[in-house]
């Protein structure tokens, strides 16, 4: 039997939209400031739309083991 996971996050962040919407966009700087992302390592560059791209997450956390993520 598998068991299903949802993660749900909600974000409050006093910044103008665009300077926000620029930073989750590029995911390949979260790491220089997002302190539980330790790399992102871009598979699939996106297309001349910017979609489509393959990008693999490692995450951390307090917990002793990483988490890596494969998004499409």
């Not at 409050?12 to 790491?31: G, L, M």
């Not at 297309?47 to 988490?67: C, I």
Request: with cysteine; aromatic share 16%.
């Amino acid at each position: 039997m598998s068991e299903k996971y949802s993660f749900v996050t909600r974000w409050q962040i006093r910044a103008p939209i665009e300077k926000v919407w620029d930073a989750i966009y590029e995911s390949t700087e979260w790491p220089h400031w997002w302190k539980g992302v330790l790399n992102v390592k871009v598979i699939k560059e996106n297309d001349a739309h910017g979609v489509n791209g393959v990008r693999e997450y490692t995450w951390k956390s307090v917990l002793p083991y990483l988490l890596k993520l494969k998004c499409v």
